[in-house]
């Protein structure tokens, strides 16, 4: 049996590999071993950090390797000790796509002999040495080729030549050449160079799938004039009001044509009334299914002619895709082999306990004739790409199987690098994580449900430095046409306020539903529901968008302040500050170059004024310990000179509830007293 | 390239795969995704938790599957959930020997079905839902045989029969019936069946790999009278003092023929005087290597009896395995392909910073004459194998390749699982690990160096909950000939107290060199030297055994301690306790099933009485809270009741530095007042 694994020992390494001493241990980072790719943003560099060493104590080299998932040859960065036998190097992918990256690792005779000699003070020590540098020299140079291969062996006869008869100092420093190491280094052997066993994936997309403020609305609420059924022309009309708020995405529940068996009347009921213009999830009816508009809302050119007109504001467009049919969708009667009918003759309605779509039909993915029902699915998406839609918030994804949408969202992704999707599963935290590691862009998450100061920090520190931060972008949201919380249950604007600034400064992305959330609409259909009274999933509504108390000024602001401040584009730098008041949250963040730091206090309480003390890190606001800096209030316009550490601070929820303060370093310079950078 | 991503889907999965809706997103334990095996001891539980789900609100099944290495089929345990997608399961490897184990999971449709039913109150539903019922009763028939086919088949006809016209109430009764839901789990539709993409590995050894106390000794010291070398004679004649002190493993330095080239003389000096003996580590001489017996030791004989001996008496004889050469060993001659020439027809001597090795030939592991080298070196290990050593401690492992390591011990213990091998590595952390995770079944730790009660408590945290606890057992050494510890120089006896206590407790594997550690000897070879004075290493010394301050009796008192009482067999249970004074350290271990509680207070100052308050966790100490408890320290044979939180303790090291308690819970019988158990 020994006999039979020694030569499988040597064929699992390829022969003469069993010489090979390095090893790779680890690469980080990587998700399930490499089963799932890391989640970057194209353009921004991404460290790697190896595990490498070797038995006894020669002197490795370490690179890292790393290219487009479909490039043949592969980039190679020497990598860097930073001891503890971890090596670190960093790669930046170009531009939107799938990478992988990977490591080798090689002793290295050169490097070692060299460790050596620089520690050899005897005369017959660094002769000894000097004769065995020729040698390595001999053997680089045949592998080198015209001018290099001839200094090498230039290098390599001269070794040989004065190693017995040269001074010992100046041997050694002929030996120790700093040109010709690397000229060495650049011809090292790697014959027995140890590969790690995974090529790591990476996915890169473009900056939107980190950095995103999303506004939700239904078209069909839009209509200038009360009772009308509004228009995609309608929502072109609103683009400026959306605009002005600073929004960059701008998503829409299905626009598709409304199924009318099983239609729900208003506030969910089960049965419909003449007129009710049922739930836009309720997709498909005679007119058509996923690829079609709704007649009401307009025509395809009106829905183009929108993507457009947003584009031009800064804004995208994002559809819902919501893979489930109404009774009367043509995919029932075309393909009823892609649902599960029963003996009865009817089919089961979706449910996603509690709620139940009485007025919706699940798609059945264990059908035989799967491969017919995935292409036309992903054909939907791509029906919407060619219309110019790059973002898609997706309905429910959990209730559909992960191997589809492994297959769908990756080979989307392949032919359209630049397509961002938002994985809507409001449900248990592996099955959430799943979604986004089979490459989700970014994910619902329960900021929603997370409302004291200890709530709000473990959520934001799991997500923000938690391993899941490797491919789960949140994105966070205080209310959905479906998530009228508890607390916003009255329309209390300290508690619109509030948690507007938590979610658009904790996360890199926060969507709002509105124009409900700017208007304050609070009023939920029972007391102790979710759902919203007169909710527009079954019925228009008229928005008073000039309302004297609306948001909208205040999200304005927000949003300037999150685009001007890069320190808000990304997630990782995330840090909490203890505050010796519960209903005090503070935090900070800052941009990977350090210069640009926001630091946010907000007052949990909507009924009484609140105070306490902050605990001030300077490290981690960028400060000197000893010197005073000015902290500049984003939303109030004021100005604070803080020094020491720690900072009094009181929230008036009947002002403002909250402050967002850039946080400005005391210039060095005394020549330029007083002035802040 | 989509449809040829949809085909590979296919391919992957096993064409209709795509159709599994279930996920096995990880198997835990597992040491870096399944390459290397978790470690664990035969006849002991071994737990598994999956994390398994599926889209949508269906019932999952979950079962884990395990078996020998080598056999085909595997055996299967239905799995449990205990929330948020984690399912449990435990098997019991029987022998040693390599296992593997994996898990599989589907989407169960009559389970689904019967969930679904419970909650029907609708006579129409019930209806409908017992017609699907009586189809899945008719697929699961066709999936029987015999006797529960024709019982599927007959329940399968009574539901159809029944459904139209039977009492719902009657109707729900029958369908929801307990063992016909056994019989149609029996034959589940496991066709869209999800398997975890790896057989994760398993290392199951004896108990004796977990639960161990080593005694070093070298041979050539033993004989009774001064100035004469010892012989393996002399060793039997030291048995019964050796397992008086309830020792289990003997352990000798390498016994093979000494080298004379460059043979060190006294207090590792270069130059050898007539007369000295040489370091039982430079290996090898005219009279043979690593598979003969110095002559002095005596025979072949004479070791085979020592081994019959020694067992007679509960002790094993390990062996030390150093894979180097004296450069007079005949490997040299033999096999000068296995060393690396220098120019000037030299090898350079081994070294393992800062200690030279300059009698020592290091092996070439990049030789290209490997397989004879690995062969060769395996060949000395089955050697010893034969002659009834079934303990190895390797001598600085992590100066040979990784490779043939991995190799050389999978291969053994295929052979022969009983063999423990325990790696001599004091290197860097990922460098110790690699060889644990690799296969050595126990690995020397930092323990030497740990003095302070945070270092303890972070170190021995790690160790016993730290991820690398799957693989890496720790046996832990107050000294070695190698190490005397600055703590140790002088020999003051509180220290050698405390830190026996501490190893022989904190560790379930824990060794002493003797007969210098129960002598307290504490001479440095200089004040700042780790090496002790006059070392066995180059000489021979006389020790006395009969020495009035001895530690052996306290040794023999705390290896009984440690026999006795299962709470210390074994790592994972240990929890610290916080004290007020951070010169004492307190720490608790259990038992697997909870009945025996061992609890330590340990003085880490020698030269003060220290005293303080304990923390007394309750639930750890498995005490009820609210009543007294007795605690029995079973070395000063004291008894303490003990009630509360705290518990003041005060230990004079002039006395006992340490407290090793037995905690034992009051008897609730009221009954049997005042009475432990």
């Given at each position: 049996?020994?006999?039979?694994?020694?030569?499988?020992?040597?064929?699992?390494?390829?022969?003469?590999?069993?010489?090979?001493?390095?090893?790779?241990?680890?690469?980080?980072?990587?998700?399930?071993?490499?089963?799932?790719?890391?989640?970057?943003?194209?353009?921004?560099?991404?460290?790697?950090?190896?595990?490498?060493?070797?038995?006894?104590?020669?002197?490795?080299?370490?690179?890292?390797?790393?290219?487009?998932?479909?490039?043949?040859?592969?980039?190679?960065?020497?990598?860097?000790?930073?001891?503890?036998?971890?090596?670190?190097?960093?790669?930046?992918?170009?531009?939107?796509?799938?990478?992988?990256?990977?490591?080798?690792?090689?002793?290295?005779?050169?490097?070692?002999?060299?460790?050596?000699?620089?520690?050899?003070?005897?005369?017959?020590?660094?002769?000894?040495?000097?004769?065995?540098?020729?040698?390595?020299?001999?053997?680089?140079?045949?592998?080198?080729?015209?001018?290099?291969?001839?200094?090498?062996?230039?290098?390599?006869?001269?070794?040989?030549?004065?190693?017995?008869?040269?001074?010992?100092?100046?041997?050694?420093?002929?030996?120790?050449?700093?040109?010709?190491?690397?000229?060495?280094?650049?011809?090292?052997?790697?014959?027995?160079?140890?590969?790690?066993?995974?090529?790591?994936?990476?996915?890169?997309?473009?900056?939107?799938?980190?950095?995103?403020?999303?506004?939700?609305?239904?078209?069909?609420?839009?209509?200038?004039?009360?009772?009308?059924?509004?228009?995609?022309?309608?929502?072109?009309?609103?683009?400026?009001?959306?605009?002005?708020?600073?929004?960059?995405?701008?998503?829409?529940?299905?626009?598709?044509?409304?199924?009318?068996?099983?239609?729900?009347?208003?506030?969910?009921?089960?049965?419909?009334?003449?007129?009710?213009?049922?739930?836009?999830?309720?997709?498909?009816?005679?007119?058509?299914?996923?690829?079609?508009?709704?007649?009401?809302?307009?025509?395809?050119?009106?829905?183009?002619?929108?993507?457009?007109?947003?584009?031009?504001?800064?804004?995208?467009?994002?559809?819902?895709?919501?893979?489930?049919?109404?009774?009367?969708?043509?995919?029932?009667?075309?393909?009823?082999?892609?649902?599960?009918?029963?003996?009865?003759?009817?089919?089961?309605?979706?449910?996603n306990?509690?709620?139940?779509?009485?007025?919706?039909?699940?798609?059945?993915?264990?059908?035989?004739?799967?491969?017919?029902?995935?292409?036309?699915?992903?054909?939907?998406?791509?029906?919407?790409?060619?219309?110019?839609?790059?973002?898609?918030?997706v309905d429910n994804p959990h209730t559909?199987?992960?191997?589809?949408?492994?297959?769908?969202?990756?080979?989307?992704?392949?032919?359209?690098?630049?397509?961002?999707?938002l994985s809507e599963a409001f449900t248990r935290?592996?099955v959430m994580h799943r979604l986004a590691?089979?490459?989700y862009?970014?994910s619902y998450?329960?900021?929603?449900?997370?409302?004291?100061?200890?709530?709000?920090?473990?959520?934001?520190?799991?997500?923000?430095?938690?391993?899941?931060?490797?491919?789960?972008?949140?994105?966070?949201?205080?209310?959905?046409?479906?998530?009228?919380?508890?607390?916003?249950?009255?329309?209390?604007?300290?508690?619109?306020?509030?948690?507007?600034?938590?979610?658009?400064?904790?996360?890199?992305?926060?969507?709002?539903?509105?124009?409900?959330?700017?208007?304050?609409?609070?009023?939920?259909?029972?007391?102790?529901?979710?759902?919203?009274?007169?909710?527009?999933?079954?019925?228009?509504?008229?928005?008073?968008?000039?309302?004297?108390?609306?948001?909208?000024?205040?999200?304005?602001?927000?949003?300037?302040?999150?685009?001007?401040?890069?320190?808000?584009?990304?997630?990782?730098?995330?840090?909490?500050?203890?505050?010796?008041?519960?209903?005090?949250?503070?935090?900070?963040?800052?941009?990977?170059?350090?210069?640009?730091?926001?630091?946010?206090?907000?007052?949990?309480?909507?009924?009484?004024?609140?105070?306490?003390?902050?605990?001030?890190?300077?490290?981690?606001?960028?400060?000197?310990?000893?010197?005073?800096?000015?902290?500049?209030?984003?939303?109030?316009?004021?100005?604070?000179?803080?020094?020491?550490?720690?900072?009094?601070?009181?929230?008036?929820?009947?002002?403002?509830?909250?402050?967002?303060?850039?946080?400005?370093?005391?210039?060095?310079?005394?020549?330029?007293?007083?002035?802040?950078?």
């Amino acid at each position: 049996m020994s006999e039979i694994a020694l030569s499988a020992v040597a064929t699992r390494l390829g022969g003469d590999m069993a010489r090979v001493r390095a090893v790779i241990d680890a690469v980080h980072p990587a998700v399930d071993g490499g089963r799932f790719p890391i989640k970057r943003v194209a353009g921004e560099p991404v460290q790697v950090t190896v595990h490498a060493f070797c038995d006894g104590h020669d002197v490795l080299r370490v690179l890292l390797r790393w290219g487009a998932e479909d490039e043949a040859a592969l980039q190679e960065v020497e990598m860097q000790p930073r001891g503890n036998d971890e090596w670190t190097a960093e790669f930046t992918p170009p531009v939107p796509g799938r990478y992988r990256y990977t490591a080798v690792a090689w002793v290295d005779h050169f490097r070692s002999w060299r460790h050596e000699l620089q520690r050899r003070v005897e005369p017959a020590d660094i002769r000894i040495a000097v004769q065995m540098g020729a040698r390595l020299a001999a053997e680089a140079a045949a592998r080198g080729t015209g001018a290099e291969r001839q200094a090498l062996a230039n290098w390599s006869e001269k070794l040989q030549r004065l190693s017995a008869e040269g001074e010992p100092g100046a041997l050694k420093t002929l030996a120790l050449d700093e040109a010709m190491a690397e000229l060495m280094d650049r011809h090292a052997d790697r014959r027995l160079c140890a590969s790690h066993a995974l090529e790591l994936p990476l996915l890169a997309e473009r900056e939107r799938a980190r950095f995103s403020s999303w506004y939700e609305c239904f078209p069909r609420s839009t209509a200038p004039e009360p009772g009308r059924h509004g228009t995609l022309r309608d929502v072109e009309a609103r683009l400026p009001y959306i605009a002005g708020m600073g929004f960059d995405v701008l998503y829409f529940p299905p626009i598709h044509p409304i199924g009318r068996m099983q239609r729900k009347g208003r506030n969910n009921s089960l049965a419909a009334e003449p007129g009710d213009v049922g739930s836009p999830w309720a997709i498909g009816a005679f007119e058509g299914g996923h690829k079609d508009i709704l007649p009401e809302l307009g025509t395809l050119e009106d829905f183009q002619r929108l993507v457009a007109q947003a584009r031009a504001r800064g804004i995208e467009i994002a559809m819902d895709i919501a893979f489930q049919c109404a009774p009367d969708h043509p995919y029932v009667k075309a393909h009823p082999q892609w649902f599960r009918w029963r003996p009865d003759g009817s089919v089961q309605y979706a449910e996603n306990p509690p709620k139940k779509y009485q007025d919706i039909y699940p798609f059945d993915f264990e059908t035989e004739d799967w491969r017919a029902l995935w292409r036309e699915l992903k054909s939907v998406f791509e029906y919407w790409i060619a219309q110019g839609v790059a973002i898609f918030r997706v309905d429910n994804p959990h209730t559909k199987s992960f191997a589809f949408w492994e297959w769908c969202v990756t080979e989307l992704k392949r032919l359209h690098p630049e397509v961002i999707f938002l994985s809507e599963a409001f449900t248990r935290p592996k099955v959430m994580h799943r979604l986004a590691k089979l490459g989700y862009s970014q994910s619902y998450t329960y900021f929603t449900w997370r409302h004291t100061k200890a709530e709000l920090q473990d959520y934001f520190t799991e997500l923000s430095q938690g391993p899941g931060r490797e491919y789960f972008r949140p994105n966070v949201w205080p209310n959905t046409p479906d998530i009228l919380n508890e607390q916003l249950h009255g329309g209390r604007r300290a508690m619109f306020v509030s948690r507007l600034v938590l979610a658009s400064t904790l996360a890199a992305s926060y969507g709002i539903y509105g124009p409900a959330y700017e208007l304050l609409e609070g009023r939920p259909r029972a007391p102790d529901s979710e759902e919203y009274l007169d909710s527009e999933k079954y019925q228009l509504r008229h928005w008073n968008l000039d309302a004297p108390d609306s948001l909208a000024p205040l999200i304005a602001r927000l949003n300037r302040v999150r685009r001007d401040h890069p320190a808000l584009h990304a997630d990782w730098s995330l840090r909490f500050l203890p505050t010796d008041n519960d209903q005090l949250i503070a935090y900070a963040k800052r941009s990977p170059d350090g210069r640009d730091v926001v630091m946010c206090v907000v007052n949990l309480d909507p009924h009484n004024v609140q105070s306490g003390w902050v605990e001030l890190d300077a490290k981690l606001l960028g400060v000197e310990p000893d010197l005073p800096f000015q902290v500049h209030d984003l939303l109030g316009d004021q100005r604070y000179t803080w020094q020491g550490s720690r900072a009094f601070v009181i929230l008036d929820p009947k002002q403002l509830p909250a402050h967002v303060l850039h946080v400005r370093r005391h210039a060095r310079d005394e020549r330029d007293f007083d002035t802040f950078r």
